[in-house]
T-cell receptor, first 115, second 113 residues
Framework: KAGVTQTPRYLIKTRGQQVTLSCSPI?????VSWYQQTPGQGLQFLFE???????NKGNFPGRFSGRQFSNSRSEMNVSTLELGDSALYLC??????????????FGPGTRLTVL | QKEVEQDPGPLSVPEGAIVSLNCTYS??????FMWYRQYSRKGPELLMY????GNKEDGRFTAQVDKSSKYISLFIRDSQPSDSATYLC?????????????FGQGTTLQVKP
């Protein structure tokens, strides 16, 4: 099985711009979660999508949004970029059924630099 | 106070040493406990997955969970230079409607040849 793929792998943007990141989950996985990783805060949960619906959300401002398509692929969008948004954005996929068989598998991440 | 606390290290050990990595947590609802390994410039890779209290062994790796103390550990036996990475503990309450994982800060491990 192919793993979780994320595109692009690297992005450089300037303050005020917006950005869209893409994630393709493992085949058969219906849940996609997004995380932000920074040296200071570590890995922080952004949101989770399951069957095209957001079913969980972390404590991030409304500038961070996402969506999921019928094929389970997901995108996240950050509008009005700030310097503090520079981070590694990680996508994780799972079956989405919960319980002790539902583990999350991470993609390689998209490294976003805001100048 | 963070829900999950993990000593960020860095931790430096000689090859062949036994490594102990630890996390403490505050939320008693957590039931599922994971250890991820992350190499530089890569995404986290699932190493161990444990449900509730007890031990789980996989090769050179042993995961322990003590729910009464809200304390989890990962032991690495006969450590190798290839084990040099950041180790992240993660956990959640296992409810069916969330994939949200709470992570520790990560411990950076260096195994010297």
């Amino acid at each position: 099985k192919a793993g979780v793929t994320q595109t692009p792998r690297y992005l450089i943007k300037t303050r005020g711009q917006q950005v869209t990141l893409s994630c393709s989950p493992i085949s058969g996985h219906r849940s996609v979660s997004w995380y932000q990783q920074t040296p200071g805060q570590g890995l922080q949960f952004l949101f989770e999508y399951f069957s095209e619906t957001q079913r969980n959300k972390g404590n991030f401002p409304g500038r961070f949004s996402g969506r999921q398509f019928s094929n389970s692929r997901s995108e996240m969008n950050v509008s009005t970029l700030e310097l503090g948004d520079s981070a590694l954005y990680l996508c994780a996929s799972s079956l989405g059924s919960g319980g002790n068989t539902d583990t999350q598998y991470f993609g390689p991440g998209t490294r976003l630099t805001v100048l | 106070q963070k829900e999950v606390e993990q000593d960020p290290g860095p931790l430096s050990v000689p090859e062949g040493a036994i490594v102990s990595l630890n996390c403490t947590y505050s939320n008693s609802a957590f039931q599922y406990f994971m250890w991820y390994r992350q190499y530089s410039r890569k995404g986290p890779e699932l190493l161990m997955y444990t449900y509730s209290s007890g031990n789980k062994e996989d090769g050179r790796f042993t995961a322990q969970v003590d729910k009464s103390s809200k304390y989890i550990s990962l032991f690495i036996r006969d450590s190798q230079p290839s084990d040099s990475a950041t180790y992240l503990c993660a956990m959640n309450d296992g409810s069916s409607n969330t994939g949200k994982l709470i992570f520790g800060q990560g411990t950076t491990l260096q195994v010297k040849p």
